[in-house]
């Protein structure tokens, strides 16, 4: 379904802008980004390891600019890197620091992400364990997420 390309490029992108805004403290940033990145790092290991080839990926047309933005987005991902969705770990991430921080906008960045992970489905990005699999990445790394801000905003006391 190229139109659900629009939830999965620009609403994936809106949903990092989303959390970054959301932050206002260093810490809560840089925890983040540790989050991020190990679970980055934990998905690429699981890329090469297991090398989950992404479902058959039909043509998706030559009609309009959600049919282009598929074509590209066939180009520059390649479909060997299916398990974990990343897509989905990140945007789980995102939408729970933004219900965190900005809860006001916590209902649309649940929304976003909720559209990310379907269309990584309707694009053929991924089978529906990746996207599980993903979801579950990326609500232990909220939770780590939390456990950090709360370790960094409260250091322990040094020994005198």
Known sequence: VPATAWLYLPGYATLFLLAILAMERANDFRAALAVVAASTLLAVAAFVGLAVPAPHRPSPGDAGVAAAMVRWLYTVDPPANAFPSLHVTNSVICAGVVRR???RAGALAGALAAGVAISTLTL???WLA???AGA???????AAWERLRRHRSHPTPQAA
């Open 124 to 126: 053929r990005q991924h």
């Open 101 to 103: 921080l900005w809860p």
């Open 136 to 142: 579950i990445l990326g609500s232990l790394g909220l």
């Open 130 to 132: 990746d996207v599980v």
